[in-house]
T-cell receptor, first 114, second 116 residues
Framework: AQTVTQSQPEMSVQEAETVTLSCTYDTSESDYYLFWYKQPPSRQMILVIRQEAYKQQNATENRFSVNFQKAAKSFSLKISDSQLGDAAMYFCAYRVVGNEKLTFGTGTRLTIIP | DSGVTQTPKHLITATGQRVTLRCSPRSGDLSVYWYQQSLDQGLQFLIQYYNGEERAKGNILERFSAQQFPDLHSELNLSSLELGDSALYFC???????????????FGPGTRLTVL
């Protein structure tokens, strides 16, 4: 069974600094997608960034980037120049190509310190 | 705003009761997904419908059922409710199915169910 592990229940970072959230996953599949979702206090699930497993290049979206290590089954999220609006729960998620089910980790609560 | 709507936003009911949660997908999306988020937990996939047909099933209890109607909106029915069913229930929608690219899922705002 596929599992997604986020080992950091809580993280905090000073405003304008950089923070990295960790995610590891367990799978025997070779073709899959990985995602980071943000859930602010409004509870809305917002897609932050996505990565196709067949792509070696790490995905980047403005201040958000990932470090995808396929062999290590690791998918960390780096947030640069942290802003107060980045405060939220962050969920790592995984989906096998051809399968619709998203498997989520338990989340990391990120606090931004002004 | 993702374009996915869910009603009601909040629902408070008693144990043993039955409730219906409603979801309208983004315009043009054929797939609808239901997820359950218990307190301080990640989301658990419940079920998916594609163009009216059940497509995939997750850890959905037998007391729960869902359907997708011809206008593509979906309803999740929860019956014989228990305290442990209290959770945030999300609906998501996507354009198609997984074989047609990354098929990103867009989430609605969720329905907060409280069972007393």
């Amino acid at each position: 069974a596929q599992t997604v592990t986020q080992s950091q229940p809580e993280m905090s970072v000073q405003e304008a600094e950089t923070v990295t959230l960790s995610c590891t996953y367990d799978t025997s599949e070779s073709d899959y997608y990985l995602f980071w979702y943000k859930q602010p206090p409004s509870r809305q699930m917002i897609l932050v960034i996505r990565q196709e497993a067949y792509k070696q290049q790490n995905a980047t979206e403005n201040r958000f980037s990932v470090n995808f290590q396929k062999a290590a089954k690791s998918f960390s999220l780096k947030i640069s120049d942290s802003q107060l609006g980045d405060a939220a729960m962050y969920f790592c998620a995984y989906r096998v190509v051809g399968n619709e089910k998203l498997t989520f980790g338990t989340g990391t609560r990120l606090t931004i310190i002004p | 705003d993702s374009g996915v709507t869910q009603t009601p936003k909040h629902l408070i009911t008693a144990t043993g009761q039955r409730v219906t949660l409603r979801c309208s997908p983004r315009s043009g999306d054929l797939s609808v997904y239901w997820y359950q988020q218990s307190l301080d937990q990640g989301l658990q996939f419940l079920i998916q419908y594609y163009n009216g047909e059940e497509r995939a099933k997750g850890n959905i209890l037998e007391r729960f059922s869902a359907q997708q109607f011809p206008d593509l909106h979906s309803e999740l029915n929860l019956s014989s409710l228990e305290l442990g069913d209290s959770a945030l229930y999300f609906c998501a929608s996507s354009a198609g199915i997984g074989t047609s690219g990354i098929n990103e899922q867009f989430f609605g705002p969720g329905t907060r169910l409280t069972v007393l």
